[in-house]
């Protein structure tokens, strides 16, 4: 909340989340596993339709180059019964920061302005290594806009600038990860058969435990 406490117990959002999540589970269509080579390795030998996550996959799919052709990127499904939802989100990303203790603030600021947050240049060079801008005029540049052999022959990188100019924004405070894990926790204990309503309680108190309150 902006008031910097949990919103967790009588968030509506949330509970549609996890009952849409345990739907999934339960009718097959979403498969779960327990680590990141597992999870890699479902979508890359062809056991499953695809995977809904952050731009930065796109390296681990095209590892499976006998796939090439058979991937495409796309807009996200909306969440059914949610107000606001939208068909874009985010996952992951970096941050630039000039800090307090800066020698010349001014300076350093206007480094950020004129290479991340104003050239395309730069944004053209680093793509080839997989660093992709969501910054929005970059999405216009000529190597943007170069097919991708793998995906269909799709322009995607500009197509994924695109999808971050319509991701909602939302609150990530100091306590976001410690919030996430007792969510995360929630969810598993709900698709187990806990008690939903029971697990969000759980999971406010131990987010409220963890700030301090």
């Given amino acids: 909340m902006l008031d910097g406490t949990a919103?967790?117990?009588?968030?509506?959002?949330?509970?549609?989340?996890?009952?849409?999540?345990?739907?999934?589970?339960?009718?097959?269509?979403?498969?779960?596993?327990?680590?990141?080579?597992?999870?890699?390795?479902?979508?890359?030998?062809?056991?499953?339709?695809?995977?809904?996550?952050?731009?930065?996959?796109?390296?681990?799919?095209?590892?499976?180059?006998?796939?090439?052709?058979?991937?495409?990127?796309?807009?996200?499904?909306?969440?059914?019964?949610?107000?606001?939802?939208?068909?874009?989100?985010?996952?992951?990303g970096s941050s630039w920061a000039v800090t307090?203790?800066?020698?010349?603030?001014?300076?350093?600021?206007?480094?950020?302005?004129?290479?991340?947050?104003?050239?395309?240049?730069?944004?053209?060079?680093?793509?080839?290594s997989g660093a992709l801008a969501t910054w929005a005029p970059a999405g216009d540049s000529a190597a943007y806009g170069e097919p991708s052999e793998f995906f269909g022959g799709d322009a995607v990188s500009a197509k994924i600038v695109d999808f971050a100019t319509k991701v909602p924004t939302n609150i990530t405070g100091a306590y976001y990860y410690e919030a996430r894990n007792a969510v995360a926790t929630a969810i598993t204990n709900y698709i187990n058969g806990s008690d939903l309503a029971t697990e969000l309680q759980t999971a406010e108190q131990t987010v409220n435990f963890n700030m301090g309150q």
Avoid at 20 to 49: C, I
């Fill in 7 to 92: 919103n967790i117990v009588n968030n509506d959002t949330l509970k549609i989340v996890m009952e849409t999540y345990k739907s999934l589970k339960d009718a097959g269509v979403l498969t779960e596993v327990n680590s990141w080579d597992e999870y890699v390795g479902d979508f890359v030998s062809g056991n499953v339709a695809g995977t809904i996550n952050g731009c930065w996959i796109m390296a681990s799919i095209q590892t499976a180059e006998d796939q090439k052709g058979n991937w495409a990127i796309t807009n996200m499904p909306s969440l059914v019964g949610a107000s606001g939802a939208t068909n874009y989100s985010n996952n992951g």
């Fill in 100 to 128: 307090t203790k800066c020698a010349n603030p001014d300076l350093a600021c206007d480094f950020l302005a004129s290479t991340f947050a104003g050239s395309n240049e730069l944004y053209d060079n680093i793509l080839p």
